[in-house]
C-alpha cells in the first residue's frame, strides 16, 4: 500500500511469517492489535517473550515443556507401555484433542526425506530406541502423517524394531491420504487410534 505507515508494515510483515497467515489476514491482527488497550497489548507482548524464553523440549518426549519433563510424561495415570510417535509436538495437541489416548508420546522433529537431505541421523530416533528399552514399550503406535515422508518413516521405524518383542500399530486410514493431522477433525482422529492397525 502506497501511504502504509512503516511501523504498521513491519508488524505485517512479521504477522506474515507465521504458517497460514497472509497478507489480509496479518493486516487484520495488526488491526486488532490496534484496538487493543495498552494493557493488553504489554501483556500480549510479555506472555510472547516469556514462551520463548521458557518453553523447551521435553528431555523425555521432545514436546513441549516449562520444566524438564512436560506433564504427559509426568502423569502416573498414562497408561504404561502405549507410544505414540508423532512428527512435530503440535501433533500431541491434535491427538490429546480426541480425548481417545490415554498413553504417552514420543516426537521425532520431522520425517524422513532423502530429496530434503533429512535422514535418520536428523530425526529424534536415538531416544526413542531407548525408551522401547528401559519403559518397557510393549505398543509403538507411528502416527506419523500419511504422506510419502510419514508412510517411509513408519516403515523404517518398523525395520528398527523388528528384532524386539514389542507391537508396532498405525491409525486407521479414516486420515485422508497427504493430509496433515493438524485438518482432520477430532471424531475421525478418534476413530483412528481406536481402530489402529498392525504394521
Avoid: W
Amino acid at each position: 500500500m502506497k501511504h502504509e505507515l512503516p511501523l504498521l508494515q513491519a508488524l505485517i510483515d512479521h504477522f506474515r511469517k507465521l504458517p497460514g497467515v497472509g497478507e489480509k489476514t496479518a493486516r487484520r491482527l495488526v488491526f486488532a492489535v490496534l484496538d487493543m488497550e495498552d494493557g493488553e497489548v504489554k501483556d500480549f507482548a510479555e506472555t510472547l517473550q516469556q514462551v520463548k524464553e521458557n518453553v523447551g523440549f521435553c528431555e523425555r518426549c521432545g514436546s513441549y515443556a516449562q520444566s524438564k519433563i512436560c506433564s504427559i510424561c509426568a502423569d502416573g495415570a498414562r497408561t504404561e507401555g502405549l507410544l505414540c510417535v508423532v512428527e512435530r509436538p503440535a501433533d500431541i495437541y491434535i491427538l490429546e484433542g480426541s480425548g481417545n489416548f490415554r498413553g504417552r508420546y514420543h516426537v521425532l522433529h520431522g520425517v524422513l526425506s532423502p530429496l530434503d537431505g533429512v535422514g535418520p541421523e536428523d530425526l529424534n530416533l536415538d531416544s526413542l530406541k531407548t525408551r522401547v528399552d528401559e519403559e518397557g514399550i510393549t505398543e509403538l503406535i507411528i502416527a506419523t502423517n500419511p504422506s510419502i515422508e510419514g508412510d517411509t518413516t513408519s516403515l523404517y521405524i518398523s525395520k528398527m524394531f523388528s528384532d524386539r518383542e514389542v507391537k508396532l500399530t498405525r491409525p486407521a486410514r479414516g486420515i485422508p491420504l497427504g493430509s496433515s493431522l493438524e485438518f482432520v477433525d477430532r471424531g475421525t482422529i478418534s476413530k483412528a487410534l481406536e481402530g489402529r492397525e498392525e504394521i
